[in-house]
Antibody, heavy 124, light 110 residues
Framework: EVQLVQSGAEVKKPGVTVKISCKVS????????IHWIQQAPGKGLEWMGL????????IYAAKFQGRVTMTADTSTDTAYMELTNLRYEDTAVYYC?????????????????WGRGTLVSVSS | QPALTQPASVTGSPGQSITISCTGT?????????VSWYQQHPGKAPKLMIY???KRPSGVSYRFSASKSGNTASLTISGLQAEDEGDYYC??????????FGGGTKLTVL
């Protein structure tokens, strides 16, 4: 069974950095893109970006560009999302989700498996 | 880039059908047959319900169907059941390896 296991909740002060992990089990880590999605309390889903574990290339949404770094460690089958210079409005649940990369190299642009989410609270 | 436009809420009675719209632009929904839909129950992670406009993943009820016309995609749920209540999000490929979500629709089953 494929599972995405995310790291636990974090409480951070404004201005610091948070790094969240997402461990993939039950599948080949490099067969999927890993996407990250933000959901603020009571709000909708917002796409933050993705990382391709095959080569480490990451694409970021304009809103988060400059503050977010997404990486993938193929030795531990774990993806990471680091968000710097935290603001109160970054308080949210952060989800990782997978999208299949087909054998021919084309990509599935839908998120078929999601982690349970990691709550990040930014508070002074 | 603004989110795809969805109605904030939709209400239906058990057994009825409802449709949720998702309006984008020629840069996303209108240009790609890569619209997906997600269901989210309170406190839970989203679940994929529809992908590539109208395909259902294994295990998703046949009561869920979807389509697209121009810049607008639609999700229809027939034979509404209490368990269908929750939030629904559309999502589209938006070019340059980016994705955009809709603002979400709260479905209430009365």
């Amino acid at each position: 069974e494929v599972q995405l296991v995310q790291s636990g909740a974090e409480v951070k002060k404004p201005g610091v950095t948070v790094k969240i992990s997402c461990k993939v089990s039950g599948s080949t880590f490099t067969d999927d893109y890993i996407h990250w999605i933000q959901q603020a309390p009571g709000k909708g889903l917002e796409w933050m970006g993705l990382v391709d574990p095959e080569d480490g290339e990451a694409i970021y949404a304009a809103k988060f560009q400059g503050r977010v770094t997404m990486t993938a460690d193929t030795s531990t089958d774990t993806a990471y999302m680091e968000l710097t210079n935290l603001r109160y409005e970054d308080t949210a649940v952060y989800y990782c989700a997978t999208a299949e990369v087909y054998s021919g190299g084309s990509v599935a642009w839908y998120l078929d498996l999601w982690g349970r989410g990691t709550l990040v609270s930014v508070s002074s | 880039q603004p989110a795809l436009t969805q109605p904030a809420s939709v209400t239906g009675s058990p057994g009825q059908s409802i449709t949720i719209s998702c309006t984008g632009t020629t840069s996303d929904v209108g240009s790609y047959n890569l619209v997906s839909w997600y269901q989210q129950h309170p406190g839970k992670a989203p679940k994929l319900m529809i992908y590539e406009v109208n395909k259902r993943p294994s295990g998703v009820s046949y009561r869920f169907s979807a389509s697209k016309s121009g810049n607008t995609a639609s999700l229809t749920i027939s034979g509404l059941q209490a368990e269908d209540e929750g939030d629904y999000y559309c999502c589209s490929y938006a070019g340059s390896s980016t994705v955009i979500f809709g603002g979400g629709t709260k479905l209430t089953v009365l």
